[in-house]
């Protein structure tokens, strides 16, 4: 379970910056990280914290649930 929500993290953020069309650089500084870990989160090498998320939301105008994908049974 936790890799298929890994999996779906990874490939939403990576459609949220596409759909931005900011640089990972862009992101990664208005968020207060490095581009090497906003790559990490794209290729779901790594997670975002939730105060990660919340900016990186911010940043690139959508919701947690873009994101996330939660769905409720």
Request: glycine share 4%; hydrophobic share 35%.
């Amino acid at each position: 379970m936790k890799e298929n929500l890994d999996l779906t993290i990874s490939q939403n953020l990576k459609r949220e910056i596409e759909q931005s069309g900011m640089k990972k650089s862009e992101i990664a500084e208005a968020i207060g990280v490095s581009r090497a870990t906003v790559s990490q989160y794209v290729s779901g090498r790594a997670q975002p914290t939730l105060a990660t998320l919340s900016k990186l939301c911010t940043v690139l105008d959508c919701s947690a649930d873009d994101i996330l994908q939660v769905k409720r049974k």
